[in-house]
């Protein structure tokens, strides 16, 4: 389709806008030094996001009410700190509590603020990511990333990819699904966008999983843009 | 209450950000001409605000489900035209839609946009106000509003003053009522956010409602903080 309609892009975060694995990774090692742990924290973080997929889908199938993401990432680390051998029993709750928002704290790729800048002149810019919007909130208003309004699936109540979570997001921007953007670096995110009726922008994150990434290495469905980064995005779209 | 511990302000919009009747005026008076209609715009713009509280008075007591307010403008629109004898068969829909979306090409005062940048540095800025998002965020992309994310009626889906409105936001932000701080030139708001435990801030707007203004001409409760604009709230603030 052409993208000459679009008028919102609409981001995923986790990987997209942000790199998970390195700053998760980098919280899980200075609570790990503080509290005498032996861990490598790459491995850790691999782990607590695997758990990721698994934690919504109560709340996709309708058995768990609508549960926000800062909700699931403490209980996911509860069950990967166990995994791991790790005894709670002496970490004190506020540690547990602040290592849970490490997600807050994650940083953008080097070229994802600056993209933004650029794109933000002629689109508006969301979030279409299924972090709650504090979560999304405090990364931004840490790292820069000029969002227009933070929307995702704690407005819709609905986890990607889940159809309601890409169209109440058109709902509620008042426009139809072709005239906004799913920018993810994700196939499984494009698919269920595009079926929705979306626009859809692959960027290249190769390195999300680290330097042994098997999964989103190239575009995988017909997508309406390729772009290597946030700048080149910008590029391709006259910004 | 101290401020000190306030982290985010949460702004009510029409008449303490933007000048809603100027606004209105402006673009009915545009519509009229289109439509060789003569009303004084701004007796209409007053019409047309004058059924504001009641139409979400249905929403707030539960007897009609939460509808966005663009909705609800637009239906106050069709009532303020008939009540000024407006015969509507000759005006197409198209115009009535563009005009019902009058609300989003408000103009902020002259000092809110300065001041919103200075209290951005030192604060998370929110509209707490019953616009919805799309309409919050067209007005806000046109004119400059800095708001880290927007939250207000359509995501907590309740309206001002009901204590949800206040409580939602500080939820979904993920802080205390007393991290929250509502910015108003309204009495009747802050009384309801002061309830909830929130911090209150008056701002005059002597002029809201034109030369003759009665209501909110200065503050009527025990608020935290009074200031003349956002730029003396900025002052005041440390900011």
Redesign the interface.
């Given at each position: 389709m052409s993208l000459d309609n679009i008028k919102v892009l609409g981001f995923d975060v986790f990987g997209t806008v942000v790199d998970w694995r390195t700053g998760i990774a980098r919280e899980s090692e200075a609570f790990f030094k503080r509290n005498a742990i032996e861990v490598d924290p790459y491995v850790f973080a691999d782990t607590w996001r695997s758990l990721y997929q698994p934690a919504m889908e109560p709340c996709r199938r309708g058995t768990r009410q609508f549960t926000r993401l800062?909700t699931l990432h403490r209980e996911m680390l509860i069950t990967a700190l166990t995994s791991h051998g790790i005894n709670q029993s002496k970490i004190s709750k506020l540690e547990i509590d602040e290592l849970a928002f490490a997600w807050r704290k994650l940083d953008p790729w080097p070229d994802a603020v600056d993209g933004l800048l650029r794109l933000k002149k002629k689109y508006?810019l969301v979030p279409i990511s299924n972090g709650?919007?504090?979560l999304?909130?405090e990364m931004?208003?840490r790292t820069g990333i000029p969002?227009?309004?933070?929307?995702g699936s704690?407005?819709t109540q609905a986890y990607k990819p889940e159809p309601l979570a890409y169209l109440g997001t058109a709902d509620?921007?008042?426009i139809e699904p072709n005239e906004l953007c799913l920018v993810a670096a994700h196939n499984y995110d494009l698919l269920a966008a595009q079926q929705c009726g979306l626009g859809t922008a692959f960027v290249y994150r190769k390195t999300e999983h680290g330097e042994n990434q098997k999964i989103d290495l190239a575009p995988e469905g017909d997508w309406d843009l390729v772009a290597d980064s946030f700048l080149d995005l910008a590029e391709i779209l006259g910004c």
């Open positions: 800062d508006v709650n919007i504090a999304i909130l931004a208003k969002w227009d309004a933070i929307l704690e407005v509620i921007l008042g």
